[in-house]
């Protein structure tokens, strides 16, 4: 068990819907990344936060977004959903801004039909 | 553009051998390798890293092995055990990255009995 939590596992949701995937860092972890994995693809970063606020920025699409939260939680929002959004998404955290290894949840599948 | 690359996506070893996992990197910014396994619906444990500041680092059955004037690295694993059997990442982080892990692809490891 990692310390993160991520919420559902699984999702399953129309072409065109919005879904929220949330995180819940390791306890006292700052940083809060995101990931994508595509069918036997790698991990593409999406976006991280740092105590609250964005701190870089990957390959996301403007129809995703993210925030962390005061309580450090995070949501990745993701909207107008279509088949190729279908995939694993991780979040990770890590205690420190720089050099440091990240530990990641169980990830959600999105399915979207 | 891949700045982390794992050239050979599936590797097959005999239980108690050595496994080699190569991992090649284009960006000299980054300072910070790590290698991370994955189990099939779970997310990534991170296993080691290592520095730039040393070529060599240990843990156990895993050694990592930094050559920057390559900008290559790789993980020995031995001796090799069936429960190793998994998908490996290498990663990197660095100045300049906001500590975001870029990931490679990945290299499926089987190791057989």
């Known amino acids: 068990d990692s310390g993160v939590t991520q919420t559902p596992k699984h999702l399953i949701t129309a072409t065109g819907q919005r879904v929220t995937l949330r995180c819940s860092p390791r306890s006292g972890d700052l940083s809060v990344y995101w990931y994508q994995q595509s069918l036997d693809q790698g991990l593409q970063f999406l976006i991280q936060y740092y105590n609250g606020e964005e701190r870089a920025k990957g390959n996301i699409l403007e129809r995703f977004s993210a925030q962390q939260f005061p309580d450090l939680h995070s949501e990745l929002n993701l909207s107008s959903l279509e088949l190729g959004d279908s995939a694993l998404y991780f979040c990770a955290s890590s205690p420190r801004r720089v050099n440091t290894e990240a530990f990641f949840g169980q990830g959600t599948r999105l399915t979207v039909v | 553009d891949q700045q982390v690359k794992q050239n050979s996506p599936s590797l097959s070893v005999q239980e108690g051998r050595i496994s080699i996992l190569n991992c090649d990197y284009t960006?000299?910014?980054?300072?910070?390798f790590l290698w991370y396994k994955k189990y099939p619906a779970e997310g990534p444990t991170f296993l080691i890293s290592?520095?730039?500041?040393?070529d060599k680092n240990e843990d156990g059955r895993f050694t990592v092995f930094l050559n920057k004037s390559a900008k290559h690295l790789s993980l020995h694993i031995v001796p090799s055990q069936p429960g190793d059997s998994a998908v490996y990442f290498c990663a990197a982080s660095g100045a300049g990255t906001a500590s975001k892990l870029t990931f490679g692809t990945g290299t499926r490891l089987q190791v057989t009995l």
């Open positions: 960006n000299s910014m980054f300072d910070y």
């Open positions: 290592i520095s730039s500041i040393k």
